[in-house]
Each structure stands twice: as structure tokens, then as C-alpha cells.
């Protein structure tokens, strides 16, 4: 099949069961199509006659057939998300996107970012095989779920730079030389994403500047990061999106700035500019701001309350609780949080340490009912500080160069009980106490 008939079967939506045996590793897609995964990420896999039960319905049968406990719960179940994401994609990439996101003023669609995004999205008019193109990685961006759940945008890559040569030329015969920029896209597709909720910094997107074709794929990436946030959310929030594309405008223009008329990108100029941007004290307060509205919007408390301590959070208050935290270390703080450019699986703690504060919060019922979020914006900046603190010699190399590295907390959401019992510590006046013990399960790797 080439990737005309690839996208005449795509252009319509998800592919049956038949027509993903036809796709290039077909075995693996069908294999994927049959998964489900417990908000734990336990693995189960699905019968077919399942697959188009509802999560409510699908969750019952399993607890009824044994197959998940009762304590447990059904988080990603591969074939919905799936579906939501080759939809979204096939908006995306139509000359008019705008049904992508509904309800939004005719205006906001002539500012910045979402104008320069249009107009590349315009510039695929001209581009047909980029349409398919993206239509088709979007198909097997989560190709490393097949080996496991956790990091597996980078399984992905590896899958295919170790297929056989019988597969790699199925891919090749498909998509020719683009291949390399489907395995590059693949390996970095949850980038944006982690840089809109605040888990990373900007210098994590170093390394998917590094294709040949480095405008292009940046391009491409954001698009598939796009259609992946949107296949995962209920829905696609205004701000979700111009936070996403405000990132990728910005490394845009980069390029754009750091190529001379010769047509070649100075890498080291290109890494040495994000970095130090990264490092400024307004880009560590927006990281933070994110990563506390992301939070926030994920707990399953009170709506309304939801929207209330969302809008409290502004900028003002992260830099003024960063100054009281840190006084005259915050330059010092800035510098090394940014190269600290990734933070692993912290948000799901994240999100049940601010789940629980809520709880406690409303049971309190303050006399005014208002709830002052700085308490537990001091909470996670200790955690925050603790981390950069305990790992910041990792990010100098012996030749005095700026190294950055990822900080993994997986350790700390292994067993409800440790969550727990971490969360009380944080929560009840014993903060020394939890912030040593999340200091202590945690995990560094560099970035190559």
C-alpha cells in the first residue's frame, strides 16, 4: 500500500481491524487496538466484542470478569484515545481548522500565535503529501505503547530504528526519505505538551530541532502534539492551545532569526539562546504558573472552585512566593530549575496532593469561604527547590558547560499507600519530613 491508499482509509477516520493489518507493522497496530490501562498503568488486554462498550460499561465487565479489582479504575483505553486523535488530526490539517476548537470569537484567530499557525496550516493547501503525511505518523504515534505505557514516545523510536529490513523498507516505500522525520516526530511528540503543563522547559525541545528539515518538523511536531492533547483532554481549551502554539512561535521565529541567507542553522547559537531565555526569571515563574494551573484543572473537586483557584493563580503571586522562598538565591534557582528540563510523572503527586488539599480545605470551611492557594504554592515550591537543590551539580559538566538532565518521580506513585502517606506528612505540618522522602525516591538522567 502506498500512502495515497494509506490516506484514503485515514482521511475517513480510525481504520477497522482488517484495514490496520494492511498498514506497515499491522500486527503491532491491532496488538495496540486491543489495550487498555488502569490509572495505575496496569496493562489489560481487551476482547474484541469490547471495544465499543463505554468506559462506565467497560469497567463494570471487568471488574465483574475479574480482570480488574474494585479498588482499581480504567484510565486510557488505547482505542478511544486513538480515535479522537486521527478526528483531530483530519481537522488540523484541513485548510480550515477552526471546528478544531468551537465557540471561539472570529477575533482571536488574527493574534499571534494562532495567526502564524494558520498560515502554515494554509501553506499545506500546497502540500498534500504533508497532509497525508501527518495523517499517517498520527496513526502510529503511540507505536511504544505496544512495549510499555511509561517514556514511550522514545520505545517508539527505538521500535523503529530496530526494525528489520523486510519493515523498514514497507515505511520506505511508503514515505521515502521522510521516514527519519516520522521516527524524529514519534520520539518527541509529547514535547509540547509537557511544556504547556509546566513539566519541562523550553530546552527540552533542543533535541527536536536537531532533523535536517528543522522548520519543517518543528511544525509538524506541534501539529501532532496538537491533535495528541485534544485526543486525551474532554475538551480543547482556548488556552491550552495558545500556550502550546506561543511555544512553538517561539522557536519558530528561532530559526528563523538563526539562519543566515546561506540557509545554515548555528546549532550552538541556536542551544546556547534557548537556554538562556529558559533561565530568565519571568520564563522559571511561567513554568511554575502552568504547572499549577494544569494541577489545579485536573483534580475531580469542585468545578466552580476549580475556576476560582485558577484565576488566582497569576503570575504576581508565583514570583512573589518564589522571592519569599528563595530571596536573593532565586537567580540562582532560575538558572539551574532550567536545566532541570524535564520532570517525570511528579504532576499525577502533584495532582493528588492538591486533590486531598481541597478536601481538607472545604471540610475547614473558612469563615469567608475563600481558599488562599498560596499555602499550597509554597508546598510544591519546597518540593520543587529540594529537587533542583539535591541534583543542581549534574548540571555542570567538569568543562564548565551547562548539562541538562530529567528528573524522574515514578517512585513516589508506585503504591497508593506511599502517595499517601507522603501527601499527610506535606499536609499536616511535617513538610521536612514528606520533602525528604520524594527527594529520596527520586531519579536523574542526562539528556545526550
Not at 225 to 233: H, S
Not at 241 to 255: A, G, I, R
Not at 300 to 327: C, F, M, P, Q
Not at 406 to 411: K, V
Amino acid at each position: 500500500m502506498d500512502l495515497k491508499g494509506c490516506n484514503k482509509i485515514l482521511e475517513k477516520g480510525y481504520p477497522n481491524r482488517d484495514d490496520l493489518a494492511k498498514f506497515p507493522l499491522g500486527d503491532k497496530l491491532r496488538e495496540l487496538d486491543l489495550l487498555a490501562w488502569t490509572k495505575t498503568a496496569r496493562t489489560i488486554k481487551l476482547k474484541e466484542d469490547e471495544l465499543d462498550l463505554g468506559r462506565t460499561e467497560l469497567e463494570e465487565k471487568l471488574k465483574a470478569d475479574k480482570r480488574m479489582l474494585e479498588e482499581e479504575q480504567l484510565g486510557e483505553i488505547y482505542r478511544k484515545h486513538i480515535s479522537r486523535v486521527i478526528s483531530c488530526i483530519n481537522h488540523l490539517v484541513e485548510p480550515d481548522f477552526k471546528g478544531f476548537i468551537e465557540r471561539v470569537p472570529e477575533t482571536i484567530w488574527a493574534n499571534d500565535p494562532l495567526s502564524s499557525y494558520i498560515k502554515f496550516i494554509d501553506s499545506l493547501k500546497k502540500e498534500e503529501d504533508t497532509r497525508k503525511f501527518l495523517r499517517f505518523v498520527a496513526l502510529y504515534h503511540d507505536i511504544g505503547k505496544v512495549t510499555h505505557r511509561d517514556r514511550h514516545p522514545i520505545l517508539g523510536r527505538h521500535i523503529l530504528e530496530s526494525l528489520s529490513d523486510r519493515d523498514t523498507n514497507d515505511f520506505k516505500n511508503i514515505l521515502g526519505k521522510r521516514f527519519s522525520m516520522m521516527i524524529q516526530l514519534i520520539a518527541y511528540h509529547d514535547l509540547f505538551g509537557v511544556l504547556c503543563t509546566g513539566e519541562a522547559s523550553r530546552p527540552v525541545l533542543i533535541d527536536a530541532l536537531r532533523h535536517k528539515e528543522a522548520e519543517k518538523s518543528i511544525s509538524c511536531l506541534v501539529t501532532l502534539n496538537l491533535a495528541d492533547i485534544a485526543g486525551t483532554l474532554p475538551e480543547m481549551r482556548m488556552e491550552i492551545m495558545h500556550t502550546v502554539l506561543s511555544d512553538w512561535l517561539f522557536m519558530k521565529n528561532l530559526l528563523e532569526e538563526q539562519r543566515p541567507e546561506h540557509g545554515i542553522i548555528y546549532r550552538s547559537a541556536l542551544e546556547k539562546q534557548i537556554l538562556s531565555q529558559a533561565q530568565e526569571q519571568e520564563r522559571t515563574t511561567e513554568r511554575i504558573r502552568r504547572l499549577l494551573v494544569t494541577i489545579i484543572f485536573r483534580v475531580n473537586n469542585n468545578a466552580d472552585l476549580k475556576e476560582t483557584l485558577i484565576k488566582s493563580v497569576t503570575s504576581d503571586l508565583v514570583l512573589d512566593a518564589l522571592k519569599t522562598r528563595l530571596g536573593p538565591e532565586l537567580l540562582v534557582f532560575c538558572y539551574d530549575f532550567a536545566l532541570v528540563c524535564k520532570l517525570d510523572y511528579l504532576l499525577r503527586f502533584f495532582i493528588d496532593l492538591i486533590s486531598k488539599w481541597i478536601e481538607l480545605k472545604i471540610e475547614e470551611k473558612p469563615d469567608n469561604g475563600d481558599i488562599d492557594i498560596r499555602e499550597i504554592i509554597f508546598i510544591i515550591l519546597e518540593i520543587l527547590v529540594r529537587l533542583v537543590t539535591n541534583y543542581r551539580d549534574l548540571t555542570h559538566q567538569r568543562e564548565g558547560w551547562p548539562r541538562r538532565i530529567g528528573l524522574e518521580l515514578l517512585g513516589i506513585t508506585r503504591a497508593k499507600d506511599i502517595s499517601q502517606r507522603v501527601i499527610d506528612l506535606l499536609l499536616k505540618g511535617r513538610h521536612i519530613e514528606g520533602v525528604n522522602w520524594i527527594a529520596d525516591e527520586a531519579t536523574a538522567w542526562y539528556f545526550i
